[in-house]
């Protein structure tokens, strides 16, 4: 073949490897070592459109780790599926106007096209949708074992309610008091909802981080998320209910100083506060457009509001009484959504008292110090500060006050040290047709009853009308609702809630382990020879959602016995976000750009290529088609230089000349790049390096070896072309052979290749000693013929020495 064409190249070598089942892994046999084992995975794709280029770089992104690691010798698995159920999958349907099932078997079906047309080397034989019931009946199986645990319980709760999409939205949906799906203004409903008892597994979820190797920035986020704080429970009273209202505080030596108390807009208590009071009204207003918004939101407002619900608390510590007010500065996510208000120890609590008028009392002040003036808050807490106004306890160094105010609250029952955590139990349950039924029916004589295992899957019924209405579209299909009770026989009636998706991702890839096992959700010997993953690679936006909610299910499931190991993803890397005009590519934004036009025009390879040559993979990038053009010259580059090289380099010893150092540097540079950094961009410049000097010396004793090192460096990037110049070059089936290794004795040089520039553009090039000291560099590349001519006698304003590589001359 003279010419590099890509469209006949890349389906002859996709059409070699699914016959030879390439890249297939069998299951291991009993007492297989574990030790050459790689699992190797990517964020499993939604379904609810076709793949946009953010996906071609995560794929890309796995498939470089996959073939690299192969070739190095590990028994790698990865496999691939689809998030089918769900909000996104079901919103696209309704958008469309079809059935979601229909919809979402189309968009994997041309997915799935995508994927093969990129050659991605994934086992098809585990391949999966988590909208099967083959898949589904073990997440309900699955369902149930945490349910007999304890870890599955169903409750009245404040949730954030989407108007429009007529469903709950987990506090992660949720972006600026907005549905992060559709962009609707979200309120707070009181609703019977079903809950993960993820609170229970809040330390270990953060003790068992050590282990981890997380970018710090991505363990900072879910650290932030569980929100871990040493403090104490203190029980306020309201004596004309006769009720105790707990809080939580990491500071009980400012007790003395509360002169408010305030309710987070989604407190349980503001409901009763606020039926029959004179200003209702404006409660239930306040709190409906206020209890919604994310805490990001609330947190950074400058403003505070907030409103009196005409109701007082007493102080245990001094009897006092405290107005009761409602504000949304106070999370529902962290303590127990009611704070002591201190406004002379805490700027959000004074800058709300200087709003509303409140009182300000000074408690905390260094030792031998005057009162702050009222203007602002005192909150900078230090060692030697001691208590001011407080009581016996006044004259107390602040750490001694902390012990003994707690000592004292808890002599007398109205509080304890205690730990708390911003973490919430995660509400699970979605008033959503698209989704996983929840294996439950209620009985009036039994209560509620779990479906048997025997008896599962339940099956997801063919609806007509499943758009949201505000109640569950399964309550409208009453022969499905109406069922037989599996303990007593009586009438009961099924859960028409569905699960949310992230349930469904909690385990999936556990299942792909043992994908075709229809006793159980999968063989515990298997998964624990695969598990933990060895690198899973997903956008950071994950974090705090999908990647805790897999760390609990597996925790839960490892103290269930039915998993070996604690955490399911050894190494995570968090790709950036390709972006499109400045925003994430998003098929809710409507600004993807898809690859099928690209890949037609300019073949698979180069756009893997350049997808991963855009710049460091974990950082946002911006996506242009005007750098597409240059890949694709180098790709056709490549292949003439290497055909070249096939026909003319000669056979034999190739030496140990500065082509085949260079090739040696190369490999080492790219090793290290794939195999410890994940630096993509970099290997592939190397590789270009290594080409260009080939271009140059293609009669060199030692090009064939520089050819075939090019091609071997570029096969997990580029596998198809490389594998016709593989096949060129006299050699089969590169996707199968070692990876090359650098000789250490080639890496050590007397000298290099100095490359001279005048103003950026390259003049002149010639070996130098390696411990050329920087002044004769100058002075050598000045006295350089060449770079003379582009002198000409002009005023040198600046010299650029990069050590072991070039020198540039800038001139006016």
Known sequence: MERYEPAQIEEKWQRVWAEARAFNVPNPEPGTDRSRKSYVLEMLPYPSGTLHMGH??????????????RRNGLEVLRPMGYD????????AAIKEGGNPRSIIERNIEHIRWEFKRFGYAFDWDRELS??????????????????????AYRKEAPVNWCPNDLTVLANEQVKDGRCERCGAEVVLRNLTQWFFRITDYADALLDEMKDLDWPERILAMQRHWIGRSQGAEVVFRIDELDLDVPVFTTRPDTLFGATFFVLAP????????????????EIREYVARTGAKRAEERAAATEKTGVFTGWYVVNPVDGDRLPIWISDYVLMDYGTGA????????????EFAQTFDLPVRTVVAPAGSEEPAAEGAFSSHTADERLVNSGEFSGLPSPE???????WLAARGLGRATVSFRLRDWGFSRQRYWGCPIPIVYCDACGTVPVPDEDLPVVLPEIDDYVPRGKAPLASNEEWMNVACPRCGGPAVREPDTMDTFVDSSWYFLRYCDAHDDTAPFDRRIVDYWCPIDNYTGGVDHAIMHMIYARFFVKALNDLGLVGFREPFKRFF???????????????????IGPDELVARYGADPIRLYILFLGPADQDMEWTEEGIDGMARFVRRLWRVIGAAAEQAPAGDPGDGPLVRKAHETIARVTDDLGRRYSFNTAI??????????ARQPADPGARFAAETAVSLVQPYAPHVAEELWQQLGHERLWAQPWPEADPALLERDTFELVVQVNGKVRDRFEVPADTPEDELIERARASEKVGAHLDGKEIHKTIVVPRKLVNLVVG
């Open 56 to 69: 071609v770089l995560v794929y890309t992104i796995g498939d470089v780790l996959t073939h690299f690691r």
């Open 84 to 91: 089918s159920f769900g909000l996104p999958a079901e919103n």
């Open 130 to 151: 988590t909208h099967e019931p083959e898949y589904y009946r073990w997440t309900q199986w699955l369902f149930l074992r945490l349910f007999e645990a304890g870890l």
């Open 266 to 281: 989604e407190h349980p208590l503001v409901e009763r506060l606020a039926e029959g009071a004179p200003n209702e009204s």
């Open 339 to 350: 704070i002591m208000a201190v406004p002379a120890h805490d700027e959000r609590d004074f």
């Open 401 to 407: 006050a902390k012990i003994a105010i707690v000592e």
């Open 574 to 592: 968090g790709n950036g976000w390709v972006k499109s005009g400045g925003s994430k590519m998003s098929k809710s934004k409507g600004n993807v």
């Open 685 to 694: 410049a190397a590789v270009m390096e290594l080409v260009n000097e080939l």
